[in-house]
Nanobody, 115 residues
Framework: QVQVVESGGGLVQAGGSLGLSCTAS????????MGWYRQAPGKERELVAN???????NYADSVKGRFTISRDNAKNTVYLQMNSLKPEDTAVYYC?????????WGQGTQVTVSS
């Protein structure tokens, strides 16, 4: 069983920065993609960014140039550095870890950007 635990998030003014981190338990063998998704009220969950074990990344167009995803394979941890935050970035952010192609989700952490 894989447990996914997120930390970070909170309230920040527009233009500010926040960092999120997410750690998966249960060993690193079999973990490939790690990523962040978000869901705003009344909207569907969407991909923010993901990163493969080898380091290749993928970003939503809305966050390119502002957010940076990284990971530490030895720690089974993925990070999301969010800069130049906008009110439209307000959402619950979820971490997703794929182990042996099965998805495991964290409980979500709230990010609120005030204007």
């Amino acid at each position: 069983q894989v447990q996914v635990v997120e930390s970070g998030g909170g309230l920040v003014q527009a233009g500010g920065s926040l960092g999120l981190s997410c750690t998966a338990s249960g060993g690193s063998f079999g973990i490939n993609a790690m990523g962040w998704y978000r869901q705003a009220p009344g909207k569907e969950r969407e991909l923010v960014a993901n990163i493969m074990r080898g380091g290749s990344t993928n970003y939503a167009d809305s966050v390119k140039g502002r957010f940076t995803i990284s990971r530490d394979n030895a720690k089974n941890t993925v990070y999301l550095q969010m800069n130049s935050l906008k009110p439209e970035d307000t959402a619950v952010y979820y971490c997703k870890v794929e182990k042996f192609s099965r998805p495991y989700w964290g409980q979500g952490t709230q990010v609120t950007v005030s204007s």
